[in-house]
């Protein structure tokens, strides 16, 4: 099994910056694939970044150039730095895991993740 936990949200002004955090816990030398997805009240979950291992990046295109997704694998965590953010982008934010190898728009799917956190606020105001 994969623990996941979320921290790092907030609530801040467009314009700002905020850092998602992850943290990875159980069997963690299983997890090849890593994202972030988010869901705003009464929308479908969408996947924002995911990361391969070896850096392999896939982003949404609302997010890309603004969003930055990492992975630390010495402290088993993962990361994603949101700068330039918009009154848009106030959702719950979810970490998610998978032992598949993910490149590109497969990255971004919820159906491709097993394992998720229990998510994290982030809300920007005008």
């Known amino acids: 099994q994969v623990q996941l936990v979320e921290s790092g949200g907030g609530s801040v002004q467009a314009g700002g910056s905020l850092r998602l955090s992850c943290l990875v816990s159980?069997?963690?030398?299983?997890?090849?694939?890593m994202g972030w997805f988010r869901q705003a009240p009464g929308t479908e979950r969408e996947g924002v970044a995911a990361?391969?291992?070896?850096?392999?990046?896939t982003y949404a295109d609302s997010v890309r150039g603004r969003f930055s997704i990492s992975r630390d694998n010495a402290k088993n965590t993962l990361l994603l730095e949101m700068n330039s953010l918009k009154p848009e982008d106030s959702a719950m934010y979810y970490c998610?895991?998978?032992?598949?190898?993910?490149?590109?728009?497969?990255?971004?799917?919820?159906?491709?993740?097993?394992?998720w956190g229990q998510g994290t606020q982030v809300t920007v105001s005008s």
């Open positions: 998610a895991a998978d032992r598949v190898f993910y490149y590109g728009l497969v990255a971004l799917s919820r159906s491709s993740y097993s394992y």
């Open positions: 159980g069997h963690t030398s299983v997890v090849n694939s």
């Open positions: 990361i391969v291992n070896g850096g392999y990046t």
